[in-house]
């Protein structure tokens, strides 16, 4: 069963503007990661952020976590073109799991 | 470079006609999973191997085969596929499981 949900379904933003995008789950966890997929393609591994984090920065990506919650964020800081894509979170439910649980995903289309 | 490779990136089959897809890695993990992503859906895990154990998941139906005949190897059987079973077949390896996962291409399957 899904874990966890996003929203929104689906992004569009100008070129340059910051898109935020959010993964709610049920379950207590371990860790909670983002990925991307572009059309057609395999999943891309973008960030992890640990039950213990409350936040975690990667170029122009900033995830926070809210374990009282149970939610996150992706914030995609100054939006290209190349970063239209698929984004989909990601947790690991327990410690040694051994499995993710992927999120529905945030559809982000970025107009030039 | 260190990856993740699938082939054929895309399968086109007959109703009922068995078929395999390959999965290989260069990175010496020791977890390898299989998921299912239908259109515009999150991927769907439906089973993995840690080293040569196998881990099925309670929902995969049974149509769906594994074998991991090495490290480096794992492929996915369909024994009789059906319509539904078109879609985006993803594998993916982790070191240890739980952590960040390192996808493959897919391989994206037809059913005539």
């Known amino acids: 069963s899904q874990q966890g949900e996003e929203d929104p379904q689906a992004l569009s933003i100008q070129e340059g503007e910051n898109a935020t995008m959010n993964c709610s789950y049920k379950?207590?966890?371990?860790?909670l990661q983002w990925y991307r997929q572009n059309s057609g393609r395999g999943l891309v591994h973008l960030i992890l952020?640990?039950?213990?984090?409350r936040e975690k920065h990667s170029g122009r990506l900033r995830v926070t976590l809210d374990t009282s919650k149970k939610s996150s964020s992706l914030l995609i800081t100054a939006s290209r073109a190349a970063d239209t894509a698929s984004y989909f979170c990601?947790?690991?439910?327990?410690?040694?799991?051994?499995?993710?649980?992927f999120g529905t995903g945030t559809r982000l289309t970025i107009i030039p | 470079d260190a990856m993740v490779i699938q082939n054929p990136r895309y399968q086109v089959t007959q109703f009922g006609k068995p078929v395999t897809l390959s999965c290989s890695q260069t990175?010496?993990?020791?977890?390898m999973y299989w998921y299912q992503q239908k259109s515009s859906q999150a991927p769907k895990l439906l089973f993995h191997?840690?080293?040569?154990?196998?881990?099925n998941e309670a929902d995969t139906p049974d149509n769906f085969q594994s074998r991991r005949p090495n490290t480096s190897f794992c492929f996915l059987d369909i024994r009789s596929p059906g319509l539904g079973d078109a879609a985006m077949y993803l594998c993916?390896?982790?070191?240890?499981?739980?952590?960040?996962?390192?996808f493959g291409p897919g391989t994206r399957l037809l059913v005539l």
């Open positions: 993916a390896t982790s070191p240890y499981g739980g952590e960040t996962q390192y």
């Open positions: 379950t207590s966890i371990n860790n």
């Open positions: 952020i640990r039950s213990n984090e």
């Open positions: 990601a947790t690991e439910r327990n410690f040694g799991n051994e499995k993710l649980t």
């Open positions: 990175l010496n993990h020791n977890v």
């Open positions: 191997y840690y080293d040569k154990d196998f881990n």
